[in-house]
């Protein structure tokens, strides 16, 4: 018993050091260069909880101080480098992304807080990734980026970082309803060796550790993440990939039309918290 | 073959030896590389700062900063890694503090040893352990 | 040259002499330490930053001899002091010889 008790405390004293488990009043409070993210939001009505909290609140003081100055971010880099990408000539038609979004990358701001959604001439939903590879294909002759890879995620960081601070709010009716349901489904339906759903881990046991981590809601507001397990960005796909293997799980495909679905299904239950874009995780 | 009890706490013994073992090595290895930078030279355990988070969320980046007034060189020193060397920080006429901060990999629950040469000749450390977590997912 | 090595410094646009004031650097680099295995067993070979510097017009203010313990896109924060205005000049040195450099003014507040 008295070994029992000395396990809790250590567990408790380990959780004190993360932000979840500090009070209400004294929660931090995540601003970069003086923009306010909101971190916790009230659950949009669809979803099965009251809040919604993003991953950086789980994360350990040293972790968290790392997303609140764009310098000590090592994401950023990899947003310096989209910004070459932004400006270099690529493809057959002579053009580099700058030569038709004159504006630069800030005439997108907004744009994350809406990705995935409905795409009328395509007749499906799309991602950030696929309006990308469309422009790259389409309107610049270039060969499109792989989804996933460190180039694309560079390029969905620069244009996430436009709408930081601002309400993530996908929809979810109309003709996105389907791949919204399809998403709900894959949310809560037991997979792989280890039989578990993603709402086993993110919605019935966040903030309770998992061996020495604290478990997140899976929220996808703060990807594309650099995480300090890889030191790179990760996309939000690559992501579920991830959690796949981790229950012995056949992944589907990144970039395919389940993921996707997925994608569209996780971001709506992040409505309300604000686009991080790059996060720091571990 | 059936284990005893006392079968178990033979093996368990010679694990530990076993798990132990490249410790040593490794406090060896650390042990010749601050006497070589001290030629050998007594080292005072106080005046130099070393920072590290008491728990590390990755070991794969750790920040760390350390601090010495006075100090014209601070080198760092990893016991429980591979290799024990860290970073060596030399501090020039433009510098604004002996201090510095950088971020590094440590394999596993251990201590760091920071090193200061004061200008005067002398030398100070400073130690600190820190807990590097096996993670969930994250890990 | 590694791929896609982007340095980043940040420097205050003025300072007043011989104030103490923060200097941060960042670079992209894989930082490979020399003790991971590919996936046919051979040992990956090092290739890291072993050595970076900071100097304010043509004076050090700071030298930093990395190992392969530096995690990944190295990161440096520390203090200078100026007494006139000019140039702070950072040097990365790679194992495979390229040498990245930035540079940043500052003014004398």
């Known amino acids: 018993m008295k070994k029992i008790t000395t396990l809790c405390a250590a567990i408790s004293a380990l959780a004190l050091s993360t932000g979840f488990a500090i009070a209400e009043a004294d929660a931090p409070v995540l601003s970069i260069d003086g923009v306010v993210i909101a971190t916790r939001a009230p659950a949009p009505e669809y979803l099965d909880i009251d809040e919604v909290i993003s991953g950086w609140v789980f994360r350990t003081v040293e972790t968290q101080a790392l997303q609140m100055d764009d310098f000590d971010n090592p994401g950023m880099i990899f947003v310096d480098q989209a910004l070459d990408d932004w400006n270099e000539v690529n493809g057959s038609e002579g053009k580099s992304c700058a030569s038709c979004h004159t504006g ?19 007749g499906a939903v799309w991602t950030m990734e696929d309006y990308i590879n469309n422009s790259l294909v389409e309107h610049m002759g270039a060969e499109p ?9 560079a390029m969905v960081a620069l244009i996430s970082l436009q709408s930081r601070g601002m309400p993530m709010n996908v929809a979810i009716d109309g003709p996105a309803a389907e791949t919204w349901a399809l998403g709900e489904e894959i949310y809560f339906t037991r997979v792989g060796q280890l039989d578990m759903a993603c709402a086993n881990c993110h919605i019935d046991n966040y903030g309770v550790m998992i061996r020495a981590d604290h478990l997140s809601q899976g929220q996808s507001n703060g990807f594309p993440a650099y995480r300090l397990k890889n030191a790179k ?41 604000s686009v991080e874009g790059p996060s720091v995780r571990n | 073959m059936n284990y005893t009890r006392r079968d178990a706490l ?3 013994a010679g694990a530990a030896v076993a798990v132990a073992m490249p410790f040593r090595a490794f406090a060896e290895r650390h042990a010749d590389a601050i006497s070589a930078f001290t030629g050998g030279a007594d080292v005072a355990q106080t005046g130099v700062e070393l920072t590290a988070p008491e728990i590390a969320e990755n070991g794969n980046t750790v920040p760390i900063s350390v601090a010495a007034d006075g100090a014209s060189e ?17 501090f020039g006429p433009r510098s604004g503090a002996s201090s510095a901060a950088t971020r590094c990999r440590l394999a596993g629950t251990q201590d760091l040893i920071a090193v200061a040469k004061m200008a005067d000749g002398s030398f100070a450390q400073a130690t600190v352990n820190v807990k590097v977590t096996i993670g969930g997912c994250g890990g | 040259m590694a791929e896609n090595v982007k340095p980043r410094v940040r420097v205050p646009r003025s300072a007043a002499a011989g104030e103490a004031f923060e200097i941060k650097s960042l670079i992209s680099h894989i930082m490979e330490s020399g003790r991971r295995k590919d996936s046919d067993g051979n040992t990956i070979p090092r290739s890291i930053i072993n050595t970076f510097t900071c100097d304010f017009n043509g004076e050090n203010v700071i030298t930093a001899e990395l190992h392969g313990a530096i995690s990944t896109n190295p990161y440096f924060q520390f203090e200078a002091t100026i007494e006139e205005a000019g140039t702070f000049t950072f040097t990365w040195l790679d194992d495979d010889g390229s040498v990245y450099t930035d540079s940043k003014d500052i003014a004398l507040a």
């Open chain 1, 104 to 122: 630069g990358p800030e005439e997108f701001a907004g744009l994350r807080t809406v990705l995935p959604r409905w795409n009328e001439d395509a």
């Open chain 2, 74 to 90: 601070i080198i760092i020193f990893a016991v429980g890694n591979p290799v024990p060397e860290v970073i060596k920080f030399t």
């Open chain 1, 145 to 153: 980026w792989k989804v996933g890879k460190a180039q694309m995620n």
């Open chain 1, 233 to 273: 960005l990760n996309g939000i796909q690559s992501r579920f990939s991830g959690c796949m293997k981790n229950i012995r799980a056949t992944p589907y495909a990144v970039g395919g039309p389940e993921f996707t679905a997925l994608e569209l299904y996780v971001a709506s239950r992040g409505n309300g918290l």
């Open chain 2, 10 to 12: 033979v093996i368990g």
